[in-house]
């Protein structure tokens, strides 16, 4: 008995395991990415809540370009919050000169902010 068939109807190969022929299937295969902290916790999200999104994405070869999209969007809307919020809040050199720890406590206080705003806005949506 063979342990590898191909079926000519559907163009598939198949696999004996067991008693069964089980097909040999492969995903797409896609060029790998670093994907940083906010695709990564997206893709957690996704996995959890939007299975069928995250499938879609899979199965496709789609995933990682996906991914790495959203964690640059990302990345760069973090960095532009920041600035901006810094800058209408008046938390300036200056007051990293004058006062050190009134500085990292209103920054990590826009940090904070920011990263809310990315994760509702982009990660856990």
């Not at 893709?43 to 640059?72: A, E, F, P």
């Amino acid at each position: 008995m063979e342990k590898v068939i191909y079926d000519e109807k559907n163009g598939l190969w198949y696999e004996l395991q067991g008693d069964y022929y089980i097909p040999c299937l492969k995903l797409h295969e896609e060029e790998q990415q670093p994907i940083g902290i906010w695709g990564h916790r997206h893709l957690r999200y996704i996995k959890q809540h939007r299975k069928v999104l995250y499938l879609n994405l899979l199965t496709s070869g789609k995933l990682n370009g996906y991914l790495t999209d959203l964690d640059m969007q990302a990345e760069d809307m973090f960095f532009r919050l920041v600035k901006q919020m810094a800058e209408r809040e008046d938390v300036t050199e200056k007051l990293k000169a004058d006062n050190q720890m009134e500085w990292v406590g209103r920054m990590n206080n826009i940090r904070s902010r920011a990263k809310e705003v990315i994760n509702n806005e982009l990660i856990f949506s």
